[in-house]
Structures are given as structure tokens and as C-alpha cells.
């Protein structure tokens, strides 16, 4: 039974790495190229501004309206926003509560090819590179001005549109209003890149669908061919490890798209003209903040299969952070509150293998007897397990059940965006990243030694060798691992030391 608590062990370990090796979004070898041809290619799209935007049902001009490219910023407590002329499109938001490795600001944006927020009549966004004409100056709000608005306009023939955005001082969305005339339906894309700051292959970066409850990533790799969806859909985005951005249209959508484009995965979606409604978002993946929106948009934060557990378990861990104002603190307290359902179980079974232990000899005796009777062998083993009340299962059965917990518990502290930056102790100034000194990963594998040396077993001499080979290979699994998923595993091990030296107190003075 010991040989199946490590495979279980193995098991999990080998799902949690293939997950990761297999399902997150592999970087394409072609991108860096293709991002060189994009920027070889900006200055020539400069000058074909000058002229004619070719489409496959009607032409598009730029408006006489302006010769040259105006800005406007928005500042609030929370972002700054630069918007433009150009398409009357969003250029950049700039994050103020949060900042990089090297303390600079977030700035989520996209690319002067395809801007955030581009509208078209088809997949080529023709009046992304038109000039709009914009009223409103730069705005700055406070709690003493908390909202503000601009309006770009673009006339031409039949064309009209209008894009009002609506601004609060309050959180990172905004409202955008829409009327758009001379076109049955038109297509608005998030842009490419927007909403993505760090390409991190631990999770997935690219756009994301939500449709129902059903959360839905693509990634360029897997786009061999467009992808539409007409029913269900909630709201588009980019996402990546932390941050987002997203379009949630107020009415019915006609379709919403996904496709591959120059080594990218786009998305947009398709509405009937007239006036439209949309909230638009750009910023961090605080669960709390956007669950209050009350249109699905807390689904950006992937909490995995076990989300049922990692949900409540996160909340949990917020609660004792506003107690302690520490995250590493918080998470040892959430590591021990999970524990203690599991301690009768885990006592029984340590108990189990304790007593398995025991009648070890009793076992090879059996087994030397009966080797050439396999099913009489298993009667006397049977009887013998009976009558020293061992339940063979004891010991590996804690070890599954707390699977779906260890799995919740790693989602949770490794995207939750609260731990990005959160420091614990000395060395540890950020727990959403590795340990820089490799302390953690090692004291834990010493924690893993102990445990095992404690823990009884009814393995042969050489087999339990083999098996302290097992915490070398844990310890070279969490060296790159969060330093709080490292310390939650630690703690768990400290826990289980504790509980299996008073098993075997306890044992030691039963009567044999």
C-alpha cells in the first residue's frame, strides 16, 4: 500500500507537469520574425494612410478632418488611458496600483496596426485608419470630478460614426457608446495584443471567449482555421497571467471570431448597426472587483477543474491576509484550517500503516508459504488483515483525497494576482515567483527526508533506497514552483511530521 500512496503521489505530479507541458500555449518559433515584418511595415502604413482604404464592398477615405494624428488623455486614481484620433481607438491604459519586476508601471496596449477597439466592415478594420474628429479635451478625474466623456465622429458618403466613451473614477472600465449609419453590421476587435502584458507559458495568454458559463482560451497555435460563435456569447478578451482586456456588449451580438493573423490569435465580434451599447475593461484579474459588475467577467480568473474548491479556499486566504497583512502568514493558517478535516482520516491511516508495520513478518510468512497458491495466499492475507483490524487502503486514501485540495490550493496561488509582489519574509519579497535563493524548495525537501523516515513502512531495504530518491526529485520539481505554492507544501510537510510523531507515541505504547 505505501508502493501506492507514492504512485498516487507520482501520479498527480506527472498530471500537474503534462497539464502544464502539454495544454499551455507554446511560443511560436515564427513570432520574432513576424513582428520584425510588423514594425518594417508601420512606416509604409504611415503613407498608405495618405490614400484609400480598400474594402471588398466599398472604399473608405481619410477624413479631411485632421492632417495629423491628435491624442487625449484620461487620468484617474486608478489608470491613465491615452486615446486617439486615429479610429477614435484606445492606445494605451497605464496601470497605476501595479508595476513589473524592475518597478515600472503596467501598460497594456496594442499596436499602431491594428489599435484597440478598431472598427471595420470586415477583417481588415478600415476605420481603425481613418481620423475621427474628437470632442473633449484631456481629462482628469477625482473624486471631486468622478466622470467625464469623449466623443471622436467620423463622416464620409453614407458613413457616419459616432463613439462616445463614458468614464468613471471608480474602477478600469469604462462605457462606450456607439452609432454607427450606412452599414448593416460592422466588426470590433480587441486589437492585437491588448490586454497582455507577460507571455508566461505557465498559463494561457491570448484570447478568450466567454460563452454562458463556458470559458473558452485559444491559442494562434491551435488556430488552423476561424472560429465563430453566435449564441451565448457574453463577453471577448485578451488575457494574460494578470491582466486583461475585454468588450462586453450591453445588446446581442451577431457573432463573435476568432483567427489567426501574422503568428497572432485575434478575436472580434460582429453587431448590427445603429446604436450600440458596451462596457470595456482594461486592467488587473482582481476576482472581487470584477464579479461586482454583475456581466461574468470574474471568469477571466481560470481557477481550474476544482474551481468549487479553489473559490472558497481563496476566499478563505483573502480573509486571514486582512487579519495578518501577510500573505505567506495567511497561507500558512489556510494550510493548517485544511488540514484539520483531514487529521481523523490521516490518523487512521498512519495508525494502518503502523499496524502494517507490524505484522510485516507475519506477511513474508504468508507469502513464502503460500507463493505457489496465489488465491490461498490472498484468503490468509485477507484473514490475517482482519484479525489484526489493518485496512490495507488506510494509508493511501487520505493521500487521494487531498489531491482535488493540492490541485485548488496550486491554481489559486499560482494566478491569484494578490500574491504578484506580496512579500513574506526576508529573501522573499514576491510569493507569485520562485524562491531567488532556492531556501524554501530545500528546507522542504529536508521536511520530505524526515517524513519519510518517520512515516512506517513495509517496503524491502532496497526499495526504500529507491524511494528516497523521491524528496531529491521534489526538491528539483518546486525549485521554479511560486515561492507560496512552496511554502504551502511545506507547511503541509511540517504538519505531517507533527501528526506522525504522535501517531507513533501513541502506537508505541499500545500493548503488540
Not at 497571467?241 to 445588446?251: E, G, L, M, Q, R
Request: glycine letters at 6%.
Amino acid at each position: 500500500m505505501e508502493k501506492r500512496t507514492i504512485l498516487a503521489i507520482i501520479i498527480s505530479l506527472f498530471i500537474l507537469l503534462a497539464y502544464q507541458y502539454f495544454f499551455a500555449p507554446a511560443p511560436l518559433p515564427e513570432e520574432q520574425s513576424l513582428a520584425q515584418q510588423d514594425n518594417d511595415n508601420k512606416d509604409a502604413s504611415v503613407a498608405d494612410e495618405q490614400k484609400s482604404i480598400p474594402s471588398g464592398r466599398a472604399n473608405v477615405s481619410i477624413s479631411d478632418a485632421s492632417l495629423a494624428e491628435k491624442e487625449v488623455r484620461v487620468e484617474t486614481d486608478l489608470y491613465s488611458a491615452v486615446f486617439t484620433s486615429r479610429g477614435g481607438t484606445l492606445k494605451s491604459t497605464e496601470i497605476k496600483k501595479y508595476t513589473d519586476r524592475e518597478n515600472r508601471r503596467i501598460i497594456l496596449k496594442g499596436d499602431d496596426i491594428l489599435p484597440p477597439l478598431s472598427l471595420g466592415m470586415d477583417d481588415s478594420f478600415q476605420f481603425g485608419k481613418v481620423y475621427f474628429h474628437i470632442s473633449g479635451t484631456d481629462l482628469n478625474l477625482s473624486p471631486a470630478q468622478p466622470t467625464g466623456s469623449l466623443t471622436f465622429e467620423y463622416a464620409q458618403g453614407d458613413f457616419f460614426i459616432r463613439r462616445t466613451y463614458i468614464f468613471n473614477n471608480t474602477d478600469y472600465s469604462f462605457e462606450l457608446k456607439q452609432e454607427i449609419r450606412g452599414l448593416n453590421s460592422y466588426w470590433m476587435t480587441i486589437g492585437r495584443d491588448m490586454g497582455i502584458y507577460e507571455k508566461d507559458d505557465t498559463v494561457h495568454y491570448g484570447p478568450v471567449i466567454l460563452r454562458d458559463a463556458d470559458r473558452m482560451e485559444f491559442v494562434a497555435k491551435g488556430l488552423d482555421a476561424p472560429k465563430s460563435f453566435t449564441d451565448g456569447v457574453k463577453w471577448i478578451s485578451q488575457e494574460d497571467k494578470y491582466f486583461f482586456a475585454a468588450i462586453v456588449p450591453k445588446s446581442r451580438l451577431e457573432e463573435a471570431k476568432v483567427w489567426r493573423s501574422n503568428g497572432d490569435a485575434l478575436i472580434a465580434l460582429r453587431m448590427p448597426a445603429g446604436v450600440n451599447n458596451y462596457l470595456v475593461y482594461a486592467g488587473p484579474k482582481e476576482y472581487d472587483t470584477l464579479q461586482k459588475f454583475g456581466v461574468g467577467l470574474e471568469y477571466i480568473v481560470d481557477f481550474g477543474f476544482f474551481s468549487f474548491l479553489a473559490v472558497p479556499l481563496f476566499w478563505i486566504l483573502k480573509l486571514f491576509y486582512s487579519a495578518f497583512q501577510n500573505y505567506g502568514v495567511a497561507i500558512i493558517f489556510l494550510t493548517i484550517l485544511v488540514r484539520i478535516p483531514f487529521i481523523p482520516l490521516i490518523n487512521k491511516g498512519q495508525k494502518s500503516m503502523k499496524k502494517l508495520q507490524d505484522i510485516q513478518p507475519k506477511m513474508a510468512e504468508i507469502k513464502e508459504k503460500y507463493k505457489k497458491d496465489p488465491q490461498k495466499m490472498q484468503k490468509e492475507l485477507m484473514e490475517l488483515y482482519k484479525k489484526n483490524k489493518v485496512n490495507p487502503m488506510g494509508g493511501c486514501l487520505p493521500m487521494l483525497l487531498q489531491i482535488p485540495v493540492f490541485f485548488a490550493l496550486y491554481k489559486v496561488l499560482l494566478i491569484a494576482i494578490e500574491l504578484r509582489g506580496a512579500p513574506f519574509v526576508l529573501w522573499i519579497h514576491d510569493l507569485s515567483i520562485k524562491d531567488p535563493y532556492y531556501i524554501l524548495p530545500i528546507v522542504m525537501g529536508l521536511t520530505m527526508v524526515i517524513q519519510q523516515k518517520m512515516t512506517p513502512s513495509t517496503m524491502e531495504p532496497m526499495q526504500q533506497k529507491i524511494m528516497m530518491l523521491m524528496p531529491v526529485v521534489f526538491t528539483f520539481l518546486f525549485l521554479t514552483f511560486p515561492s507560496g505554492l512552496v511554502l504551502y507544501w511545506l507547511v503541509n510537510n511540517v504538519l505531517s511530521i507533527a501528526q506522525q510523531f504522535y501517531v507513533n507515541k501513541k502506537m508505541e505504547k499500545q500493548p503488540a
